[in-house]
Each structure stands twice: as C-alpha cells, then as structure tokens.
C-alpha cells in the first residue's frame, strides 16, 4: 500500500471511490432525488475539486500503485468546534475505502496519518461525524479512543440523519 498526498489527477478516481463508497455503505437509506442532490453536490469532479482547492482541507490517499484503495479528508478548522471546549480542534470529513477492500488496514493507515497532522498542526482535538447507525465505524473509531460527545444532524438532500459527533483528545494545542 502507497500513501500519499492528493493531486488534481486524483480527481476523477477521487470523486468516484468517494461516490461509490457512500453509495454502498449508505444508498439503500436515501430516496434517489434526495440521494443523487447529495453525490452531485458532495462527489462530483466540481465537488471534489473545490474541496481540493479549500486551504482549509487535505486529501491524504491509499492506492496499490494502480489504483485509489481509499483516502482521507481533513480539515484543519472543524465545523463542530462548538460542541466542545477544545481550543483547536480539526475535523476528520471523511474517511472512505473503496468498497470491497474494508478491513484490510487501509482505514487503520489513513487514520494514522490524520492523527499525525493534527499533532504535527498542534491540533488539540480530532472530531468526526458518524452515522448514528454505523456501528462498524463507530466501534473501529472507538479504537482509536474516540468518544461521543453530542447528537448532531446531517443532511442528505432533504433527509436528515441522525449523527454522532465523535471527538478525540490530542495532546498538541
């Protein structure tokens, strides 16, 4: 497994791992209006390109040589900073393994690489959001000492889900 940064040539294998693994974690969920507004806004080529662009967000990828195994988005100002105390804390968007290779240490490698920025940054916590009925996700992030610290929504289209806001504490800060 090769780790490493994000370049515009990802886009188009980035915007359709990203698409794909959402879809077959998370489709069955959604009406298809409510569903398709989602992936074109979230997945898209002009989605994932103006997430690339943001000097907020990082793209950290996986691949075998051939092709994106997964990839990570970070962004080091988090949107759920107020739901804690944590002066500083970075957000973990998404952590994403293209369907069919979960479980093979890709998702474990991507986290350890998010974790190493937001020390390397200073960062005083890592948050995330997970579907309040993603207990696969919930159980591989509780690994890593991650806890529930607030009920939050998320919207798809014009579905609301129910969330879980999962923080860390980091020593940096």
């Not at 370049?7 to 698409?19: H, M, Q, Y």
């Not at 960062?123 to 806890?147: E, I, T």
Request: with cysteine.
């Amino acid at each position: 497994m090769i780790l490493r940064p994000s370049s515009l040539d990802d886009l188009p294998a980035l915007a359709a791992i990203g698409r794909d693994s959402f879809v077959a974690a998370f489709g069955h969920l959604y009406k298809s209006e409510d569903l398709n507004a989602f992936l074109n806004m979230a997945y898209s080529e002009k989605g994932v390109a103006q997430d690339m662009a943001d000097p907020n967000r990082l793209y950290h990828l996986a691949s075998d040589g051939e092709k994106l195994l997964g990839y990570c988005k970070v962004s080091f100002e988090s949107p759920y900073r107020e739901y804690s105390d944590a002066t500083d804390p970075m957000a973990l968007n998404q952590l994403y393994t293209a369907p069919g290779v979960t479980g093979k240490g890709i998702g474990a490698a991507l986290m350890d690489w998010a974790l190493a920025e937001a020390n390397e940054h200073g960062k005083d916590a890592m948050q995330l959001s997970v579907w309040s009925g993603n207990h696969g996700a919930q159980r591989f992030y509780q690994r890593y000492g991650f806890a529930k610290i607030a009920d939050i929504d998320f919207m798809v289209g014009n579905h609301r889900d129910d969330e879980f806001l999962y923080e860390l504490r980091l020593t940096g800060g």
